[in-house]
């Protein structure tokens, strides 16, 4: 287990590491990985649609071949399918990073029918499945659904537990940055069509940006005032 442990840890500080680097988080890598630490036959990365209850599958892992199987089955492919909010499973996983659910039918009876999920399980060779809960502030923001090969079971619920931790700690970064981004393009327009004048100070590197429209306010073109502190000292008056 302490082995799995340090793998998990290792797997993630590399996720991690490349988002810092570009911008982007592999979600099929992640998917991947899930698939392999819960020792599953599938797995689908379920992401929650902000600002509404729904989810949408974002990646799936596993054999190509019966998958494609089961979408003939099923009559579409799940990647990028939304999801409508089902309470009750909800109210099922809302307490736990780990759910088992004993069937496709338990898990998702009222959103397909019986009849084709009993055929998915047969040419899938699935039955148990697995919710692994991804949580943000206490809500759920995301998470992986295992599908077991139907002579095994799930074992492997510590792994799945520290595994949804340092994802959710991932979503949260990639929530922020993205908040980050839409304040910024919603105060550069403000700026933009009101003319106003603006400066941003970054509290930890203390560097400080004026905006162009600041400095014409005072008289000045973009190039003529540094965009320092020592830009904006010289401008004091020398008896201030």
Do not use: C
């Not at 649609?49 to 009559?75: C, H, P, R």
């Not at 909800?90 to 759910?99: A, D």
């Amino acid at each position: 287990m302490l082995n799995s442990y340090k793998n998990i840890l290792v797997f993630t500080k590399k996720i991690n590491q490349e988002y810092l680097d570009s911008g982007i988080i592999d979600f099929q890598e992640i998917t991947d990985f899930a698939l392999e630490l819960s020792g599953g036959k599938f797995a689908a990365f379920n992401l929650f649609v902000e600002g509404t209850n729904d989810f949408k599958t974002i990646k799936i892992s596993g054999d190509n071949k019966k998958f494609t199987k089961a979408l003939d089955i099923i009559g579409f492919n799940p990647v990028g399918k939304v999801w409508n909010f089902d309470p009750i499973r909800e109210e099922r996983i809302k307490n736990n990073t780990v759910t088992l659910f004993n069937s496709l039918e338990d898990l998702a009876g009222n959103l397909i029918s019986e009849n084709k999920l009993s055929a998915i399980e047969k040419i899938a060779g699935i039955k148990e499945t697995v919710i692994i809960r991804i949580a943000v502030n206490n809500k759920t923001a995301a998470d992986f659904t295992i599908f077991i090969d139907k002579d095994k079971n799930f074992l492997r619920f510590e792994e799945a537990k520290l595994f949804a931790s340092q994802i959710g700690i991932l979503i949260e970064k990639l929530n922020v940055s993205r908040n980050l981004i839409e304040n910024k393009e919603k105060m550069d327009f403000i700026v933009e069509v009101t003319g106003a004048g603006a400066w941003d100070l970054d509290m930890e590197t203390k560097k400080i940006k004026f905006s162009p429209e600041w400095k014409n306010m005072l008289g000045y073109s973009d190039e003529e005032i540094e965009n320092s502190f020592e830009g904006w000292r010289k401008l004091w008056h020398p008896q201030d």
